[in-house]
């Protein structure tokens, strides 16, 4: 069975910084393409970043230069390292993969306020 655990999500002041942290089992995780997406109140769930097997990454516009999507093969965990938060950044953040279907973690919650 494939399952995704996230962990890292909180309260944390405009500029502030966290880090998310999603471990995954059932997969061969190192040949395998994670993501990140999030999902505010009322909005469709968009992409944040993603990285392949190889570690080239891809960031939405919105998070480039804040956001950085990283992997250890040995620990089958990705990471998002999530600096200079803004408000907007506020979301249900999710861990993707794909393993014949989409998998989906059970979501982060990360609220950027003062």
């Known amino acids: 069975q494939v399952r995704l655990v996230e962990s890292g999500g909180g309260l944390v002041q405009p500029g502030g910084s966290l880090k998310l942290s999603c471990t995954a089992s059932g997969i061969i995780f190192s040949i395998s393409m994670m993501g990140w997406y999030r999902q505010a109140p009322g909005k469709e769930r968009e992409l944040v970043a993603s990285?392949?097997?190889?570690?080239?990454?891809n960031y939405a516009d919105s998070v480039k230069g804040r956001f950085t999507v990283s992997r250890d093969n040995a620990k089958n965990t990705v990471y998002l390292q999530m600096n200079s938060l803004k408000p907007e950044d506020t979301a249900v953040y999710y861990c993707w993969t794909r393993f014949s279907r989409d998998i989906w973690g059970q979501g982060t919650q990360v609220t950027v306020s003062s």
């Open positions: 990285i392949v097997s190889s570690g080239t990454t």
